[in-house]
């Protein structure tokens, strides 16, 4: 090769003679114009010198040159070549995703360990240092065999999953005795070997203490949400409830809400079942369904009776809507029909009340088609149904069909854990609703823990609204009592022991509360624990309004 074989040459080429570039070509030229007479490694960057070739860098650009030394001159024919430009990124992008992958590896709890198909160790993370105790450098080159020997693992999952080729998993305690999660993944070529296997390791003895403890605090959460409610008595609902037998009762209640059976509530006059009912409506899931739809069964005329509970067609009657009207039953369509002073229907409208029980399906008057209802009822009554049953005067067929669920609510002289905190309730509603802010004094609350209670809660509220309105003191004192009431309490029965203990607790903390209001200094002045004096004052609904 000569000067005139270089000058032909379509390739950038040049000669340098002791390192100084002697001559060039135009292709060179082209590229690199005043290169003669400088030496070559200052008009290139990172010369990477070989045997026959050079890679230089010029500028942005990046030359293969193949090289030739006859004594001192060296020949450079070359090409410019951008896929080594490319080739740079690609292995600049995959260092910095190692270094990502690496960072990854190490940060993950769980720990990680990596062999290859021979089962030699290549890479672990930190986490293996916390779940074996052992620095993870110890485990480099090493085979699982060598620290199943050992002792550091009592099973291969590494072996199982080159024999099997597949994922395995498996749950052992390692050396320290904690229990693990071993999963084993292969990592396949394009030709379906086994290259290297990937296992994963979770400490499980961490999570199933952290399972029990949740599981502790959810049972202890689902305990502290039941006492609560036992404790505010129902108040969400706007119901008010001390007594176990009431407790009972609503207790019963809530767990049958969701059933579609009938519900037959007995008790007295004012007893609280129409509160009873639309509890049970609140409770279930025909609440979000449907409405609550109440019928007083003794208010309505016997002759409209029928048109109100099914409805009629236009013009079925003298005086109908001509569009018609739907009825009770299609009102409550997929929510709750509660038939109060359900005693009172008569004997025509009881035989339609079984069809619609029996079969779920209505006929409005005038009509010729049956229509269909989902509808749960509730029924409701202060009289003996089975005494009326005997004297024909109700249906013993729907006695039963009404009957399948019966709730008793026993009258207010009965449970009377109830008459204190439903006194303080009917007081702070009505100052409420009047925009007052009187208070019952002592010797009243006494006086009204012995009444009977003849109307029983709604006598309750209408006395306690009448008193409020009616006296000018803003302290409500025995001597407000209407008459009628102080001659029923000059033969008061006999209070039984626990309720004489209340009746004077209440008395005491109503006056101790009067005086210091601060539960610390009432606890103290009453030598009993600040807890106990606040769980009291819930009790009796002191000082809350």
Same mark, same amino acid.
């Given at each position: ?132 105790? /052992?620095?993870? %450098?110890?485990?480099? $080159? =090493?085979? *699982? ?8 693992? +009592?099973? !291969? ?107 037959? /509530?007995?008790? %007295?006059?004012?007893? $609280? =079942?129409? *509160? ?8 279930? +899931?025909? !609440? ?258």
């Amino acid at each position: 090769m000569d000067l005139s074989t270089i000058s032909q040459l379509s390739f950038p080429a040049f000669i340098s003679k002791n390192g100084i570039i002697f001559s060039t070509n135009d292709a060179f030229r082209s590229i690199i114009k005043g290169a003669e007479e400088q030496p070559v490694e200052e008009i290139f960057d990172n010369i990477e010198e070989h045997e026959t070739f050079t890679i230089t860098r010029y500028k942005d650009k990046r030359m293969l040159f193949i090289t030739e030394q006859k004594d001192q001159y060296v020949y450079y024919i070359g090409k410019e070549n951008t896929h080594f430009s490319d080739l740079e990124k690609q292995v600049t992008e995959l260092e910095k995703l190692n270094r990502e992958l690496d960072s990854i590896i190490d940060n993950s709890y769980d720990g990680i360990y990596i062999t290859d198909n021979k089962g030699i160790t290549l890479k672990t993370n930190t986490a293996i240092e916390r779940l074996t105790g /052992i620095p993870k %450098e110890y485990y480099i $080159g =090493k085979n *699982v065999d060598r620290l199943v020997n050992r002792g550091i693992l +009592k099973d !291969s999952v590494t072996k199982k999953v080159l024999k099997q080729r597949r994922t395995v998993s498996v749950v052992q305690n390692n050396f320290e005795g904690k229990e693990t999660l071993i999963t084993g993944n292969p990592i396949f070529n394009n030709k379906g070997d086994i290259e290297k296997v990937i296992t994963n390791i979770r400490d499980l003895s961490e999570l199933n203490r952290l399972i029990t403890e949740l599981n502790s605090v959810q049972k202890k959460n689902a305990e502290y949400e039941k006492e609560l409610e036992l404790l505010k008595g129902y108040s969400n609902s706007g119901i008010i409830i001390e007594s176990e037998t009431m407790k009972e009762l609503y207790e019963t209640a809530t767990r049958i809400a969701n059933f579609d059976a009938t519900v037959l /509530i007995l008790g %007295e006059t004012g007893v $609280g =079942k129409d *509160v009873l009912a639309r509890f049970i409506y609140s409770k279930s +899931k025909r !609440s979000s369904t449907g409405d609550f739809i109440k019928v007083n069964c003794g208010a309505i005329p016997q002759e409209l009776i029928e048109s109100e509970l099914f409805g009629y067609e236009g013009g079925a009657f003298t005086g109908a809507n001509r569009n018609g009207k739907p009825g009770m039953f299609e009102m409550a369509d997929n929510g709750v029909l509660f038939l109060d002073e359900v005693g009172e229907l008569p004997l025509k409208t009881q035989v339609k009340l079984l069809q619609v029980i029996q079969d779920n399906t209505i006929q409005r008057i005038g009509a010729t088609k049956l229509k269909m209802v989902n509808v749960r009822i509730i029924a409701a009554t202060n009289r003996n149904l089975l005494q009326m049953v005997t004297e024909q005067e109700f249906r013993e067929d729907l006695f039963y069909r009404l009957n399948v669920i019966p709730l008793s609510i026993p009258p207010l002289r009965e449970r009377r854990d109830d008459i204190l905190p439903l006194i303080q309730f009917f007081l702070n509603r009505t100052n409420l609703k009047y925009n007052l802010d009187k208070h019952l004094k002592a010797d009243l609350k006494n006086s009204l823990y012995e009444l009977d209670w003849k109307g029983n809660v709604r006598e309750m509220a209408n006395l306690i609204e009448r008193m409020v309105l009616t006296t000018s003191k803003r302290a409500i004192s025995h001597d407000h009592l209407p008459a009628d009431y102080k001659k029923e309490r000059a033969d008061p029965h006999i209070h039984s022991l626990k309720e004489a203990v209340e009746i004077t607790e209440r008395n005491v903390l109503e006056d101790a509360y009067s005086k210091y209001k601060s539960t610390y200094e009432i606890s103290r002045v009453l030598n009993t624990s600040q807890p106990t004096i606040v769980r009291k004052l819930r009790k009796y609904q002191i000082g809350q309004s």
